[in-house]
C-alpha cells in the first residue's frame, strides 16, 4: 500500500478548483485560466522573459480531474506579432495583471516570426504521490 494523497477527497478537489470548479479558505478559484509565452524562465513571480514577439495571453482550459492528473481540454493559440524563441509558459488567472499560478518550460523551444501561428497541444496537471 502506497501512502500519499487521497485521489478522490483531496489530489482530484484540489485540481477541481484549479480549473475553476469550486474554491478552497485560502484560494478562490479564477473564472478561467490564459496561458502566457515566454522566451525564458518564468521565474517566481511569473514575469521574467515574457515573449514580445507572442505578448498576449490567450484561454485555455482543463478536463476534469481523474486520478489526480488534468489535462489541456481547450488549448492556446496565438498569432506571432514579431519573432521571438518561446521556451516556457506561465498560466494566470486573468488576461492582464491578475494572479500567477504555474509555469513550465515546453518539451522542446519554438522560434516564430512575425504571422506564424504557435498552439500549446498539450498540458497535464499532476499531483503525487497517490495514497493507494
Known sequence: MATGLST???ANAWLSTMRGGGSGTNFTAPAALYAQAHSADPGASGTTGV???VATRQAMAF???SGGSMSLSTAPSWTATGSDTI???SIWSATSAG???ASAALTASRTVANGDTLSLATMTFSLSPLAA
Open 63 to 65: 478536463g476534469a480531474p
Open 99 to 101: 494572479t500567477f499560478y
Open 87 to 89: 521556451t516556457h509558459v
Open 51 to 53: 515573449s514580445t514577439g
Open 8 to 10: 478522490t477527497n483531496l
